[in-house]
């Protein structure tokens, strides 16, 4: 476009003419021409959302995405433009009814949460507020701190420590594990980099895969995670990871950090902190707690025992798009001290020096405090699902998921046609359908079929893993939607179909 600059007239008759050349041309906007139309659609979007919410236990637990459905995301690029109710009406058909299901009551794959209704409103307000929560002057900032405080309190830590909000227990982790390796590496890692610091990070056999990336992100190779093993609870051998600590430290390692369990992916399992809190004292290492899954149970006084000894920890990380049942995403890293937290994130070029006063009157918390620089107001939907259903609401919850689980692995003891292949003390129940003629393999394959059709049937959505070598179908409970005959049915499906299964292959 070409401009045509004239200077201000100083005649209000020609500034008029001035403004009349201009203006016209350069008041585009994304605005709707028409707030009411666009009220009207988002009226009709929330109603939409709302059914949704309400009416999954009428819906399949899962149907898989058709063919067609996946090519109409082949379009070429959108050059024109389309109205909102046309685009609207695309999301309607195509994407709204192929949902993954987790907000389904029968929905119990990997660690899937549920999505409470506060969440999701919370959402749709910081998106139109479009706050970026780096920090400067406005409420977001102290809505997070607020947030923050409260897990602090929760999970017992010293009042002076702090964290931040990031987008998934990956990486909160992997900030924990930053903090950590910057404040024990014993020289200045950030200027000098890894180089050939011979640091060691020690963790279960049954720590989450997102330990070991972060490490690898962090430069230090896979070689520098120390996998010890697990006891007959799928706990971390406390005496092995004495051992490997000393006899590395012997070795001319350094070993630097534990990676505690607090809820294991494959069964909950949930490491002695209090123990592993001993050795990094004594030891002089820092102690990160992964509690993606378990960190949660603080809520509950009945629980929270099986916690004893995260209050020690140097950092712990929870998920609160799991067990909080908020919608993705929101995790958080803990720090016990906010001056290493600092320490290992900090940096503050001229463009983002604090002015004293204005909006800008501190250096910006939470960008100091992870590697995001602009972030999403996450906060918010943790602040209003707290603040609405409260540690009580959010005790009863947790607690029914774990009954939930324990109700399930005692139909499963008692039902000879099954197989309870780890006993957890959380919310994650792995076992087999049973049938004693057949061999390992051939269970496994069996089992695999199950699961199989039951995901494709609709009925339920469990997930699989491996216990011990054999394949497990898993059930992980972060779900404030399933009720007790839930998990009647799905058993009853379980048995139903292992039967048919077996039948299929004897008539082969
Ligand atoms: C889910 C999970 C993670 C990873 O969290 P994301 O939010 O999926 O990145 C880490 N550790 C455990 C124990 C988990 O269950």
Redesign the pocket.
């Known amino acids: 476009m070409e401009i045509q600059v004239k200077p201000l007239a100083a005649d209000p008759a020609l500034a008029a003419e001035d403004a009349a050349v201009l203006a016209p041309k350069l008041d585009a906007t994304l605005d709707p021409a028409n707030w009411d139309a666009f009220a009207a659609l988002a009226h009709r979007a929330v109603d939409d959302m709302v059914a949704f919410l309400a009416g999954g236990r009428g819906r399949s637990a899962w149907r898989p995405l058709p063919s067609d459905v996946r090519d109409a995301f082949h379009e070429t690029l959108p050059m024109g433009g389309t109205s909102p109710e046309l685009v609207y009406a695309d999301f309607a058909r195509l994407i709204l009814p192929y949902t993954l299901g987790n907000t389904h009551p029968r929905f119990w794959g990997w ?1 899937t949460g549920s999505g409470a209704p506060m969440g999701v409103l919370a959402d749709m307000l910081a998106a139109a507020m479009n706050i970026n929560a780096a920090g400067w002057d406005q409420a977001a900032v102290s809505v997070e701190e607020q947030v923050l405080q409260w897990w602090v309190e929760l999970l017992g830590l010293p009042p002076e420590a702090g964290g931040v909000l990031v987008s ?4 909160a ?1 992997l900030v924990a594990l930053a903090v950590a390796r910057t404040d024990r590496a014993g020289y200045d890692i950030r200027a000098a980099g890894v180089r050939g610091a011979r640091l060691k990070f020690y963790c279960s056999t049954e720590t ?1 895969s ?1 330990i070991q990336k972060a490490v690898e992100v962090l430069g230090h190779g896979s070689d520098s995670v120390c996998f010890v093993p697990v006891d007959r609870e799928f706990r971390i051998d406390i005496r092995s990871l004495t051992q490997m600590v000393l006899a590395d430290r012997a070795r001319g390692y350094m070993p630097i950090c534990v990676i505690a ?1 607090a ?3 494959n069964t909950g399992a949930i490491d002695d902190l209090a123990g592993i809190a001993d050795i990094c004292r004594r030891e002089e290492m820092w102690m990160h707690v ?1 509690g ?2 378990g960190a949660a149970v603080a809520f509950s006084s009945r629980l929270r025992p099986l916690l004893a000894g995260i209050e020690r920890a140097d950092s712990v990380t929870c ?1 609160m ?2 067990w909080l049942y908020l919608p993705y995403d929101v ?1 958080c890293t803990l720090v016990r001290d906010p001056s290493k937290h600092r320490a290992a994130f900090s940096i503050l070029p001229s463009y983002l020096a604090p002015t004293g006063r204005g909006t800008a009157p501190t250096p910006l918390k939470f960008a100091q405090l992870g590697i995001d620089l602009s972030r999403s107001f996450r906060a918010l939907k943790v602040w209003m699902a707290m603040k609405t259903y409260g540690v009580e609401g959010y005790s009863r919850m947790i607690e029914q998921n774990v009954d939930q689980a324990a109700y399930l692995q005692a139909r499963i003891r008692h039902e000879p046609l099954l197989e309870l292949l780890a006993a957890t003390p959380l919310n994650v129940v792995c076992f087999r359908y049973r049938q004693p003629s057949l061999d390992e393999k051939s269970l496994d394959d069996l089992n695999q079929e199950i699961l199989t059709r039951m995901q494709e049937q609709g009925i339920a959505v469990p997930s699989a893993t491996r216990v011990r070598g054999r394949f497990a179908i898993r059930v992980a409970i972060v779900n404030h939607r399933s009720r007790g005959e839930d998990f009647d049915q799905f058993l009853e499906a379980v048995i139903r179909l292992g039967a048919q299964i077996c039948q299929e292959n004897r008539a082969e």
């Open positions: 660690v998934s227990g990956s990486q982790s989450h997102s369990n809820g294991t992916v992964d993606a899954i998920d798009h799991k995790a």
